[in-house]
């Protein structure tokens, strides 16, 4: 079987700070995903990607940018750090678009002080 | 647009009782529904899906669901639950081939022992 690696596990940065957030997987899955979890609702889509060097925005994209240098891995840029969003950010990945089984990482946590 | 439902926040059961946790969609064409669980602290993982054929769905653990075109559902069972079926289940859709899922709110299970 495969594992996604969500690193780090804590990311803690100031306000207007740029941060960064890495996921890697070995599953040779095409497409990967960013989800973005606050308490209460539920799992929003920030970025997806179908293929290496692919990108597409999804619901909560603003004030974030995303990478896919390689088809294992897929990081995640917070561009300014604010502290409303401070949630869990879920990296998955899948096989194919249609009918697609996602495959999650164990999330990260971003802190904003 | 495709939504996702999910009526009940909390459910909260006794170990051993049957529990039923549901879910309503919205989509006008063919679509992908799925479940997936999320432990504390975790990242999700895959119960089952549906695309097309027997509309009910065996999935891992003896979880089920049922697909109903009439009712746009698609409500998870599970006749005999356990103490660490305690978890947040999430409800999720995807159409065509957008690749995209959209995730309802979650259902928080509590089983008591």
């Known amino acids: 079987g495969g594992i996604i690696t969500q690193t780090p596990k804590f990311l803690i940065g100031q306000e207007g700070q740029k941060l960064t957030l890495k996921c890697q997987q070995n599953?040779?899955?095409?497409?990967m995903y960013w989800y973005r979890q606050d308490s209460g609702k539920g799992l929003r889509l920030i970025y997806y990607?179908?293929?290496?060097?692919?990108?597409q925005k999804g619901d909560l994209s603003e004030g974030y940018d995303a990478s896919r240098e390689k088809k294992s891995s897929f990081s995640l840029t917070v561009t300014s750090a604010q502290k409303n969003e401070m949630a869990v950010f879920l990296c998955?990945?899948?096989?194919?678009?249609?009918?697609?089984?996602?495959?999650f990482g164990e999330g990260s946590r971003l802190i904003v002080v | 647009t495709q939504t996702v439902s999910q009526s009940d926040a909390h459910v909260t059961v006794f170990e051993g009782d049957s529990v039923e946790l549901r879910c309503n969609y919205s989509y006008g064409g063919s679509i992908y529904l799925s479940w997936y669980i999320q432990h504390h602290g975790r990242g999700l993982q895959f119960l089952l899906k549906?695309?097309?054929?027997?509309?009910v769905v065996q999935g891992v653990n003896g979880f089920k669901a049922e697909f109903s075109k009439s009712d746009s559902s698609f409500h998870l069972r599970k006749a005999s639950v356990h103490w660490s079926d305690s978890a947040v289940y999430f409800c999720?859709?995807?159409?065509?081939?957008?690749?995209?899922?959209?995730f309802g709110l979650g259902t928080t299970l509590q089983v008591q022992p």
């Open positions: 998955a990945s899948s096989m194919s678009r249609e009918g697609n089984t996602l495959y």
């Open positions: 990607s179908i293929t290496e060097n692919d990108l």
């Open positions: 999720a859709v995807s159409g065509g081939n957008t690749g995209k899922l959209i």
């Open positions: 599953f040779n899955h095409d497409t």
């Open positions: 549906y695309y097309s054929g027997n509309p």
